[in-house]
Each structure stands twice: as structure tokens, then as C-alpha cells.
């Protein structure tokens, strides 16, 4: 037989019955100090539930005011205690003869939650709890659809705040809540903001779980969103998934997210690139990017990363997304800055690279190119640089007649091409027959006219081509071929030519 719960003021009610709640009779006596109630707490947590019974039927106050002093009330109450040891026949006692969960300073829902006790929350809202006062990211941590939906049918917002886009994004092992919102939004529209904002930031963190589940929980990548904590008034100065996911240039993510170059337009999404892996999906989808803006964005984010190390940027990165295309025509006053900057502070392999990679009139243009080595600190390091390094004869020839180069820069160009007068040895020092022995132009003429040169080079000690090597410094012609041969015929010798005056 269910008894009624509207008593008397003077009876309770004993929770052996079957009872109906919630709680109707007529209210009860509130302490107004901590001593009052003190021996109900100790039998609490003591667990003499006979003893609680007892001051519950002498009709004595079980719980203090709302105006007692805040720090009595910090006091653990009879239902605190009563859940915090899992007693959960003492919280039916105290709840079904008139307990005030209100009157508490924080819900006990919230620590029955945090316990992941879903007996003690459906009864606390069974006999009255307010579903409002619990914590909604206490709701989401309980991994239990039944509580999501006990709560969402008690009108309790779940997408009010970022709780659950927070939850969406970082836990992916509470599968029930995901289950749960799959099948809010057919419902709620209210529920479709968190999962978009959600994938935004598994994105964002780069959560391959997160992004599956809430995909498959019916995210839209194309939805504009904000982040975690901005109200939706900033949605319209957000970004869909898809743009995110350009925009940390997350490639692999743009397959999962349905990227299509019919719906996405990538030539808008090239305003978001500021990686190649990405750059090179949108440019395979047959778009024309503004090469300029892409590769002044690459090579500074590049060039920020050595100077700042705010990214991970590499110059292979860089070298790419020229290979794609880059091109830059000029070079602003901040990017012409920071790689003179890095130019002169790399290493001696790393700058190098970076010099050759800029140097290509396919990737920079010539007055871009002069403009920037037309400084004299950074001049004198390219002149160290060898051919390999792309400072070759043409690139001294180019800053020799540059406009807006440096006086002391050209000077230094124009010397390095300039032609250099060729020094002529009259001596030379052969070891001849076991002796050290100098030889003028002369003798050394005679010598390699008189002697075929593979017997001279037993007699020195030195090979054939060394010996030509001498003369040719020494502008001393040697015997042609067939000279030998022909020398009994009449062949007759190079005469041996005067030295250049200066």
C-alpha cells in the first residue's frame, strides 16, 4: 500500500513504505546554529541510523538554515554524509521526510556526480533536487545516457555553456555522450553549435578520434563557428573545419571532412593556407592561387620560425611550395628584413640554401633578388660563398651593374670579374738526375725541344702533363704531336716567344 506523504506536522514518515515522492507535508524546523544539529551529524557519520531515525521522529531541525553563519554551513550536512559514505538508505530517510536540498551551499547532485553515483542522483531528483543546480561538465562526466537524458528532459540546457564542446573534443572515451548527441540534434537544434565547435577543436588539437566521433555524431564541417569559451555572436568571425583544418594544414584531414572542390571553393581557401600539404590539395583541384600572397606568407612564416621559433616551419616547406609555383615579384619591407636577418645569422650550410632557393628568377624576381643583396654586411658574406652556392659570375656581373647597389658592393663585384693579368715565371726548379736545379724559360725550351717529354719526365722525376703544366707557366711552347716523328724530315720548332710587358 503507498502511503501518503501528506502527514501531519508533528509525524514522519518511515522509508520502509513505499512512498511516492516528492516530499509534500508541511515544512520542518531549521537550525539556526551548528551545535543544534551536531549530534544528528555524528550519528551520520558514525552510522547509527537508529539514532538518526530517532531525532528524525522527536521531529528535532536535521539540517541549519539558510542564514547560519557560512562557515557552519560549510559544515558537511547529515545528506552529504550520508552520500559521501554511499549510505543510501539514510538519504531516503532525510529526503523523503522533508530534507531541503536547496538550503545546501553547493548541489548535492554535484557530489553524487562527482562520484558517479547514479542511484543517489535519480533519487535526488526523484524527491526534489533542482536539475539546474548541478554542474553541467559534472552531468557530461557521468558517462551514463540515462542521466544525459533525465537532466535534458528537466529543461537543463546541456549546450548552454562550453562544457560540452569542451567534453565533444577532449574525451573520447565517454562513447554514451556522443550516442547522446547523436541523437539530441535530430531533436535539438540547440546541440549542433557544441559538435561543430567540437570539431573545429579536434582540429584545432589535432584529435583523430574526436574528429571521427563527431563526424559520425553529425558535426558540419561546414559551419562557421568561434572557439571554445566565445559567445555565438563570434560565429560569423570564425571558421568552419574545413578551413581550419587548411589552416593547420592538417591535409589528412580534408579527406575526412568531405572536401570537395565544387562546394568548398578553394579559391577562397587559399586565404586560410599556411602550409604546403594543404596548398598542394587545393592546387591540384586545378585552382590559380595568388602565388605572390602564398609564398610571401610561406617564406615568412618560415623565416619567423629561425628567428623566433614560433613554429616548425622548414625551408623545405618553403622549397615545396615554390616547386608548386611561388613566385614573388617583391619583396616587402618586413620580409626583406627578416631574410637578410636569417641570411647572415644561418649557418654555413643552412644560409646557403636559403640564398640558392631565392636566387632562382623563377621563385624571385631580379629587381627583387638586388634589392636585397644590395647591402654591404650582407654582401660581404655572400662574396665568401662559392659557385656551388649560387654565387657565380653572372650574379657578380648583375650587382656590377645594379642600380641601387652600394658603391663599396660594386666595387667588390667588379673586382672579382675583373680580368687578372697573368704572371709569368722566368725560373723554374726541376730535380735533374738526383740534383736540385733551376732552369730559366730558356733552358726549359731547349730542354723539352731536344728531349721527347715522356724520357724528360724519367730524367725530372715528374710526369709528362706536369712537365707541360711548367711551361705552360712559363709560356714555353712544347712539341706538338708528331713532332718526333717528322723531326728527321725537317720539322721545324715553335719559336719561343717574348715575355708581355706590363
Known amino acids: 500500500m503507498i502511503r501518503s506523504l501528506e502527514v501531519s506536522p508533528n509525524a514522519w514518515i518511515d522509508p520502509r513504505d513505499v512512498l511516492q515522492p516528492p516530499y509534500r507535508g508541511p515544512a520542518l524546523p531549521l537550525a539556526s546554529r551548528l551545535e543544534q544539529v551536531s549530534p544528528l551529524l555524528a550519528a551520520c557519520k558514525e552510522g547509527r541510523h537508529y539514532n538518526v531515525e530517532r531525532w528524525v521522529a522527536d521531529g528535532l531541525p536535521i539540517q541549519l538554515a539558510h542564514d547560519a553563519e557560512r562557515d557552519e554551513r560549510r559544515t558537511p550536512s547529515a545528506l552529504m554524509l550520508a552520500i559521501e559514505s554511499g549510505a543510501m538508505d539514510l538519504a531516503l530517510l532525510l529526503l523523503c521526510n522533508g530534507y531541503r536540498t536547496e538550503l545546501e551551499l553547493d548541489s548535492p547532485l554535484n557530489t553524487a556526480l562527482e562520484r558517479r553515483r547514479k542511484d ?7 524527491w526534489g533536487a533542482d536539475p ?13 545516457r540515462e542521466i544525459f537524458n533525465r537532466f535534458a528532459a528537466s529543461d537543463v540546457d546541456l549546450a548552454s555553456d562550453g562544457s560540452l564542446a569542451f567534453a565533444l573534443s577532449e574525451n573520447t572515451s565517454n562513447r554514451p555522450l556522443y550516442g547522446f548527441v547523436k541523437n539530441a540534434v535530430l531533436e535539438d537544434a540547440r546541440y549542433q553549435r557544441p559538435l561543430d565547435i567540437a570539431l573545429s577543436a579536434a582540429i584545432d588539437n589535432e584529435r583523430d578520434k574526436a574528429l571521427s566521433l563527431c563526424l559520425w555524431a553529425g558535426a558540419n564541417p561546414r559551419t562557421r563557428v568561434a572557439g571554445l569559451d ?14 581550419r583544418a587548411v589552416e593547420w594544414d592538417r591535409a589528412h584531414y580534408l579527406k575526412k571532412l568531405g572536401f570537395d572542390p565544387k562546394l568548398d571553393r578553394p579559391e577562397e581557401l587559399f586565404e586560410h593556407v599556411y602550409g604546403p600539404k594543404a596548398l598542394k590539395i587545393l592546387v591540384s583541384a586545378e585552382s590559380q592561387p595568388d602565388w605572390s600572397m602564398l609564398a610571401e606568407r610561406m617564406l615568412l612564416k618560415y623565416l619567423g620560425s629561425r628567428l623566433y621559433g614560433y613554429s616548425a616551419f622548414t625551408l623545405d616547406d618553403v622549397e615545396e611550395t615554390f616547386s608548386m609555383g611561388g613566385f614573388l615579384p617583391s619583396l616587402s ?3 626583406k628584413r627578416r631574410l637578410r636577418q636569417v641570411l647572415l645569422d644561418e649557418s654555413e650550410w643552412q644560409s646557403p640554401r636559403l640564398f640558392r632557393l631565392i636566387r632562382d628568377p623563377e621563385n624571385l624576381s631580379q629587381e627583387a633578388f638586388i634589392s636585397l643583396v644590395a647591402h654591404q654586411k650582407l654582401a660581404e658574406r655572400v662574396f665568401t660563398w662559392s659557385k656551388n652556392d649560387g654565387v657565380d659570375r653572372a650574379f657578380y656581373e648583375m650587382l656590377a651593374g645594379a642600380k641601387g647597389v652600394p658603391r663599396s658592393v660594386k666595387e667588390k663585384a667588379r673586382a672579382v670579374i675583373a680580368p687578372k693579368p697573368r704572371v709569368i715565371r722566368e725560373h723554374t726548379r726541376f730535380r735533374d738526375n738526383g740534383q736540385e736545379r733551376w732552369f730559366s724559360r730558356e733552358e726549359l725550351y731547349e730542354l723539352v725541344w731536344t728531349t721527347p717529354l715522356i ?8 710526369s709528362d702533363n706536369a712537365i707541360r703544366k711548367r711551361c705552360r707557366s712559363m709560356l714555353v711552347p712544347t712539341p706538338h704531336r708528331g713532332y718526333w716523328q717528322r723531326r728527321a724530315k725537317g720539322a721545324r720548332r715553335q719559336p719561343l716567344p717574348s715575355l708581355p710587358t706590363s
Do not use: H, K
Not at 543517489?120 to 531528483?125: C, R, Y
Not at 563570434?234 to 574545413?242: F, P, Q
Open 230 to 243: 566565445d559567445p555565438p555572436e563570434e560565429d560569423e568571425y570564425g571558421a568552419t573545419a574545413i578551413e
Open 455 to 462: 724520357q724528360l719526365s724519367a730524367r725530372l722525376g715528374i
Open 120 to 126: 543517489f542522483v535519480l533519487l535526488l531528483l526523484d
Open 132 to 144: 539546474g543546480g548541478a554542474d553541467v561538465w559534472r552531468i557530461l562526466d557521468s558517462y551514463d
Open 333 to 335: 619591407r618586413e620580409l
